[in-house]
């Protein structure tokens, strides 16, 4: 892979000439030469009779569990993912965004609503989901970042023993292969972990200036996973060599050879059986090749399936809304509140600032309630990114096709604690499916205030000198569908946040995490499903509360415990 600016350049070219589908064809055709194969597990050839542990998702959390169960040589592990091997491509952070046309994305979609996603092909948002070995962290932007210590204490407020901050942090330590070399809290951080946390290997001037600029605000800059979380910092990465760390090569790679551990890629789960008396787990139906297998669990199955399929996965099992199951025609063999709690974080999106240099790339700054994500660029840079969210090409060219050509970087504020909750429920009763996803953003006028007030604070952060010695303005054309409203007054932001919803691609929540009591709950604290036995469930959608960072960090901290938790359970630790 030494002509990746050649690669990048024939892809540009193409993906601006070509249909979609041709161009999907061809990141596939690419990914197919370049694949990761030979350095993960090999898939089984056949299957044992019964595994100890069968975990439904090679994914962020997937990786890190068959890691850790699988170094007790004395049980057998069987990990089973529906998408295919990671490639060389998906490595190349410049690419990030040609992978969502890939068939490594489940490519979700939000329903139609009237409220919001009003700007994008059918008042439909796209919901990007890996579907591939590593999971959604071979989408990612790589961004690391653990959240507020309060958020954790709160998880621990809600019924949850053993996850405050104090709990979690030699967690997040434990994950953690930490290569900032100064200006950092050393306490809080690992440096034995698989994953390789980091600054970026290259910066731009743009972000000294934005970094500067918020200094001038009478900001701090801060270690934000560390001991003063609030301040501006450029952002801590999870890469390693300059090339993205996936949740796979980080934890896959390096056992591929324990022979306790069986992997088996395009392996479809259809669902989970549970004897309907005993509510024992069995095992699991899956689909490879066309062919439908049971395969049975000694003693537990995983799902490590993410936000949006592992609510499907057990509403299809029988584990889900009684009522909603009826409808399915799913016989009911627990009543839970599954795919309820639909929390996501939620940015305007196309907040554009022209400048006069064209220098580039991204830093943070964290408030409370909004963070400020700065991306050196904007939706005209990368002539894929409105296409990523779904953005109608009509709105495009109207508010940004004048400005093509010129230098800009784009404001994401990001709502941290969105009040607002939404829903995964299933179409039919049929694996294949695509589930229905009701994100019900700005169900609370809360939520729309809020970014109205991160939108300002990024105005604000432009007019600061260093940002205004590189010309910087913002940019006022107006979105078709807003012009009724005075640019820049609270309701034209209204307008304008409602049309460009982007996701932060955070869902989570939709299996919470709390005690049976609470009545919204799926998963007790020890990630065991309610009212069955020898299943868990152990990824984002335990989240009760969203964090106030991003929602990588959380999930390898989560997968790390969950695997201790069932060591303890099962008396090996
Ligand atoms: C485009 C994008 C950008 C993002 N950027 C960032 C970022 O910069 N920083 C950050 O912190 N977070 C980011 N996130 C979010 C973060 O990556 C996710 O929260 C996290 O990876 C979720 O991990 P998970 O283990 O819950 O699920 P996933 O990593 O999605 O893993 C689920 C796995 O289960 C498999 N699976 C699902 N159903 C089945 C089935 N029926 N049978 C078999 N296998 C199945 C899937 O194929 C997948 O491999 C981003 C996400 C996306 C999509
Ligand atoms: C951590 O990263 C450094 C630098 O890449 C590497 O030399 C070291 O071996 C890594 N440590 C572990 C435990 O992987
Ligand atoms: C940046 O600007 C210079 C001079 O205007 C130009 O040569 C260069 O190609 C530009 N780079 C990008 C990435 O647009
Ligand atoms: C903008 O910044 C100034 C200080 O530079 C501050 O006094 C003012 O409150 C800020 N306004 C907003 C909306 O953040």
Not at 13 to 21: G, N, P, V
Not at 397 to 408: L, M, T
Not at 422 to 450: C, M, W
Request: proline content about 5%; some cysteine; charged content about 20%.
């Amino acid at each position: 892979m030494k002509n990746i600016p050649i690669l990048y350049l024939i892809l540009q070219w193409l993906q601006i000439t070509m249909e979609q589908a041709l161009l999907e064809s061809l990141i596939s055709f690419l990914g197919e030469g370049t694949q990761h194969r030979m350095n993960e597990p090999d898939d089984v050839k056949s299957f044992l009779p019964k595994y100890d542990f069968i975990i439904v998702g090679a994914g962020t959390a997937g990786c890190v569990i068959a890691n850790r169960l699988s170094e007790n040589p004395d049980w057998n592990i069987l990990l089973l993912e529906a998408g295919i091997s990671e490639n060389y491509l998906m490595d190349l952070p410049v690419l990030v965004s040609y992978l969502q046309f890939s068939e490594a994305n489940w490519k979700y979609k939000t329903m139609p609503s009237e409220k919001y996603c009003l700007g994008m092909d059918n008042h439909q948002c796209n919901w990007p989901r890996g579907k591939v070995v590593g999971g959604s962290s071979v989408l990612n932007y790589m961004i690391y970042s653990r959240g507020n210590y309060r958020d954790y204490d709160n998880w621990e407020k809600m019924g949850n023993p053993g996850w405050s901050y104090k709990d979690v942090l030699p967690y997040f330590k434990k994950t953690e292969n930490f290569s900032i070399p100064t200006d950092y809290d050393q306490d809080y951080h690992g440096s034995e972990g698989y994953l390789s946390v980091g600054y970026a290997p290259y910066r731009t001037k743009l972000s000294e200036h934005i970094v500067k600029a918020a200094l001038e605000t009478g900001m701090n800059y801060v270690d934000y996973d560390g001991k003063t979380q609030v301040g501006v910092s450029y952002l801590h990465l999870s890469m390693k060599d300059g090339l993205r760390h996936s949740s796979s090569m980080a934890y896959l790679h390096p056992v591929k050879r324990r022979n306790n551990l069986h992997f088996r890629k395009r392996a479809m789960v259809k669902r989970v059986i549970i004897h309907p008396v005993s509510k024992q787990t069995v095992g699991v139906e899956v689909v490879l090749g066309g062919t439908t297998y049971t395969l049975r669990a000694k003693k537990e199955v995983i799902l490590a399936a993410g936000s949006i399929n592992s609510p499907q996965l057990l509403m299809l099992s029988g584990v889900g809304p009684k009522n909603h199951l009826k409808q399915m025609d799913i016989p009911v063999i627990q009543n839970l509140k599954v795919g309820y709690n639909l929390i996501d974080h939620v940015t305007v999106g196309g907040l554009t600032f022209l400048i006069n240099e064209n220098i580039s790339l991204v830093v943070v700054r964290l408030y409370p309630n909004v963070e400020l994500l700065f991306q050196g660029g904007s939706l005209t840079s990368d002539p894929l990114l409105h296409r990523n969210y779904g953005v109608t090409r009509e709105n495009y060219k109207a508010v940004y096709g004048d400005i093509e050509d010129r230098h800009s970087y784009m404001v994401l504020p990001i709502l941290l604690h969105p009040r607002s909750r939404g829903r995964v429920a299933l179409k039919d009763n049929s694996y294949k499916s695509k589930p229905l996803i009701y994100p019900n953003y700005f169900a609370h006028q809360e939520d729309l205030d809020t970014l109205i007030q991160g939108i300002k604070q990024a105005i604000n952060i432009s007019q600061q000198p260093a940002l205004q010695s590189i010309g910087t303005r913002l940019h006022k054309t107006p979105i078709p569908g807003c012009r009724d409203f005075e640019f820049g007054s609270d309701r034209y932001w209204e307008c304008h946040i409602r049309h460009f919803p982007f996701t932060l691609f955070h869902p989570s929540g939709t299996c919470k995490m709390g005690p049976k009591v609470d009545g919204k709950s799926v998963v007790d604290s020890r990630l065991r499903v309610h009212g069955v036995t020898g299943l868990r469930v152990i990824d984002a959608s335990i989240i009760p509360q969203i964090n106030s960072g991003h929602t990588a960090a959380p999930v390898y901290m989560i997968a790390e415990k969950g695997s201790d938790m069932i060591k303890e359970d099962w008396g090996v630790l």
